[in-house]
């Protein structure tokens, strides 16, 4: 029962086959019984699981489900607010923090019926790519348990990956949705900046945040897109345009798709097996009917270093809210307000955070401005130029989503290398683009490898479809971790 895509459990509750309530409690079963291995959860609502589960219940009974969502059993990344249930952001600061009120998204997959079976693990304010940087624990990859899961939302892929949620969702500023993804062999999408809510999302990087759906296959990756997606008033960046059926626009096929292959997505030092999975992917995707293309993304160089100043820059402000007045921690016996606040801050934020505001309050900092925030955003425009180049000429753009599979535990403590690992998601995230990653193969080793598919903006549908043709065509969803 826990095993089935979404999909699967919309077709089995309405053939009455099983109910809400009893996939619900098969999937808290497991989560007790295996998640202490793997520490997806940092937080299970078990209880108010069980309450949604039957109401869910009632409605398929009625023969009135809301939805495709209606009594699905989803985790949602430990940074978006859910009234009424802790949200710590994987950080002390955020601890005992209970937000008095839903996120959007949050409020969008309870108003479709799903039913919230916790908050998964991420490193510290969604900063690093492989929850090691979690103030609580790491996350295990459920492929192979001294390996990372991937991050931020390592809590969110893992869940997935080992049927601990049937989907969850998790955000994306630099990699955080689609690297976890790739690492444990699940669908992860980060939709186009602005497609999605950002309201009761704890910020990270304003102009890069995005929440995404993490699903086993492309279609379940579609439908928890479409209940999040569109316009919020509550947003400032989230765009009012209509959202199409994700679902409904999967079919079709390839035939006569332009697809680009960035030159720049293949480097030394990426790991060849990663490469030749990939290069064997296109070929698919020829053999369907789509037309190849080699093309340039000349600043991909650059992309790192840019993120790497901008990301941190916005952080830094993003974060000096926790100052122990607001929100979560406060250190007590200081003399005054400044120490106080550094205090609670010195005790409240892990290393890395700490890394970051350093980083980004040096970059905004008076005398400095010009020559790294002020620059890195001019760098930023060329990258979206590169971009806007290369889809004149093709409708979508193909590569690597990591240059590696999922590494060991401990294995990146250089920050720099961990960094590295974003080479080729930050730059979609710069440009504000959408991007799925999906299974393409598996290492000798028999760790996933993940493809990603790049898009215009607002163009999900075009990368939903033709990552489902690949699916469709190939037969890697076979394969299942094993947590037994
Ligand atoms: N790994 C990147 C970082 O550490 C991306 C994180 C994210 O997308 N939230 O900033």
Redesign the pocket.
Known sequence: MTGLTIHELGAAYRRGETTPTQVVAAYLARIERLDARVGAYLTVTREAALRAAAAADARHRAGTPLGPLDGVPLAVKDVLCTRGVRTTCGSKILERFVPPYDATAVERLAAAGAVLLGKTN??E?????STE?SAFRPTKNPWDLARVPG???GGSAAAVAGDLAAGAF????????R?PAAFCGVVGL?PTYGRVSRYGLVA??SS??QIGPLGQDVRDAALLLGAVAGHDPRDATSVDAPVPDYAAALDGGVRGLRVGVPREYFIEGMDPEVGRAVREAVETLRGLGATVEDVSLPTTDYGIAV??VI??AE?SSNLARYDGVKYGLRVGGAKDLIEMSSRTRAAGFGA?VKR?IMLGTYALSAGYHDAYYGRAQKVRTLVRRDFARAFERVDLLVGPTTPNVAFRLGEKEDPLA??L??VF??PT?LAGLPAVSVRCGFSAAGLPIGLQLIGRAFDEPTILRAAHAYERATSWLARRPSLA
């Open positions: 991420m490193d304010f969604a900063m690093g790519s940087h991050g931020s939302s998790g955000t994306d500023t630099g990699g955080s949705v690297q980060k990270f990087a890069l945040d993120y790497y990301a941190p952080a890395e970051r961990m960094y690992n974003d998601t930050v995230s």
